[in-house]
Nanobody, 120 residues
Framework: QVLVVESGGGSVQAGGSLRLSCVVR????????MAWYRQAPGKQRELVAS???????NYADSLKGRFTISRPNGKRTVDLQMNSLDVEDTAVYYC??????????????WGQGTQVTVSS
């Protein structure tokens, strides 16, 4: 069984920082890419940042410069450093993984989500 597990959410005042972490657990062949998405109340889920195993990184234009995606602990993990947080960043943040379960099967997995709340 493959699990995507997030950690690091919480509450912070505007201007503060949070770091989210995500790890893929289970027996897999490999990972093609991992990403962070977020969904604010009443809004659609949107891409925050993505990172392939070739270290190709993509950010939502509105978040460049404040958020940084990285893989400090191996290819099964991805972190999201969030700085200068604003109340508009309040959302549930989801980790996404594009996984090769074996040499023939490729599948997408989502974490349960972690709440980030920014207060003014």
């Amino acid at each position: 069984q493959v699990l995507v597990v997030e950690s690091g959410g919480g509450s912070v005042q505007a201007g503060g920082s949070l770091r989210l972490s995500c790890v893929v657990r289970g027996d897999i062949f490999g990972i093609n890419a991992m990403a962070w998405y977020r969904q604010a109340p009443g809004k659609q889920r949107e891409l925050v940042a993505s990172m392939t195993t070739s270290d190709i990184i993509n950010y939502a234009d509105s978040l460049k410069g404040r958020f940084t995606i990285s893989r400090p602990n191996g290819k099964r993990t991805v972190d999201l450093q969030m700085n200068s947080l604003d109340v508009e960043d309040t959302a549930v943040y989801y980790c996404f993984a594009d996984v090769n379960e074996n040499i023939l099967r490729r599948r997408e997995y989502w974490g349960q989500g972690t709440q980030v709340t920014v207060s003014s």
